[in-house]
């Protein structure tokens, strides 16, 4: 399955305009696809070209990373990592296509609904995160499976040890940006970036913004009043709407940097571009 599914994302890359991948999502450092498993649909995540050994360090960090947050409370949905090719090889993280997403459940949701599921939120971020052990948890990185929430976003495990330092080889959130920005971006933006991950605080206000990109507006005023019974200083929605405003600028900058950088491989270098990426996004 995933032979075939590489092998139709490659023909993607090469230019043929025939071949139609199922993309479900974009994230730091994975594509997701659709594609059908033994069991049903899965999510197939196609993560950065791994060496052999940065292959079996990554699926000892994500086994490591599914214990903790099992460990502090928190369902991850299922996942497994397989590869495909070659040193280096494709990596793939693959998990059942969930039925339904948090986001898609709170867009009809009641304000009953809507308070359950953000004080949900809340505890699991308060409960969890640390700075050993942190969650990108935007709204649209949770499913839902009845009353319990599942954790979807885990192909980056964000672990630290006692001394702070990020388990995960950290040049997979850049290796899809120019070469020549990779240097600057790891010594001047990925700390600040990554640290944001192991802040409670940081980690709701993130989640709040990203209401803005969802279109969720409605969600805000509850997911605030959940979030300031607990924190300090507490969180006002001008705070959301400038962070997603900074947010929403950065990665589009960086997007645009990928872009360029895909039109200068191809056609200057006559390369194959080897990452996927998204078409304009609504933000």
């Known amino acids: 399955m995933l032979e075939r599914l590489e092998a139709d994302a490659e023909a993607s890359l090469s230019g043929n305009t025939g071949i139609a991948l199922d993309v479900l999502g974009y994230g730091e450092i994975s594509t997701v696809l659709r594609a059908e498993g033994l069991d049903g649909p899965v999510a197939a995540k196609r993560l950065p070209a791994m060496t052999g050994e940065q292959l079996s360090e ?4 994500l086994a490591r990373y599914l214990d903790d947050l099992r460990a502090r409370g928190i369902r991850p949905v299922d996942s497994e990592v397989f590869s495909v090719g070659s040193d280096p090889y494709t990596p793939y993280c693959v ?3 969930l039925p339904l997403l948090l986001v898609d459940e709170l867009r009809t949701a009641d304000r009953e609904t809507v308070d359950y599921r953000v004080e949900q939120l809340v505890g699991i971020v308060v409960g969890a995160v640390d700075g050993w052990l942190g969650l990108d948890g935007q709204i649209s990185n949770w499913g839902v499976d009845g009353d319990e929430l599942l954790y979807v976003d885990v192909t980056t495990p964000l672990l630290r040890d006692a001394s702070g ?3 995960l080889d950290t040049d997979l959130f850049i290796a899809s940006l120019p070469w020549a920005l990779q240097g600057s971006v790891r010594r001047f933006l990925l700390d600040e970036i990554l640290s944001h991950y192991y802040d409670p605080r940081a980690v709701l206000l993130d989640m709040a913004g990203n209401l803005v990109k969802e279109r ?4 805000m005023e509850p997911l605030l009043r959940a979030t300031n019974q607990v924190l ?4 006002t929605t001008d705070e959301a709407m400038r962070y997603y405003r900074t947010d929403a600028r950065m990665w589009e900058l960086l997007q645009r940097l990928r872009q360029a950088d895909r039109w200068w491989q191809k056609t200057a270098r ?3 571009y080897p990452f996927l990426l998204p078409g304009e996004i609504e933000r």
């Open 165 to 167: 330092k990020d388990q």
């Open 58 to 61: 990554y699926k000892e960090i």
């Open 232 to 235: 300090s200083p507490p969180i």
């Open 270 to 272: 006559h390369r194959v």
């Open 216 to 219: 969720l507006f409605q969600v």
């Open 95 to 97: 998990q059942p296509l």
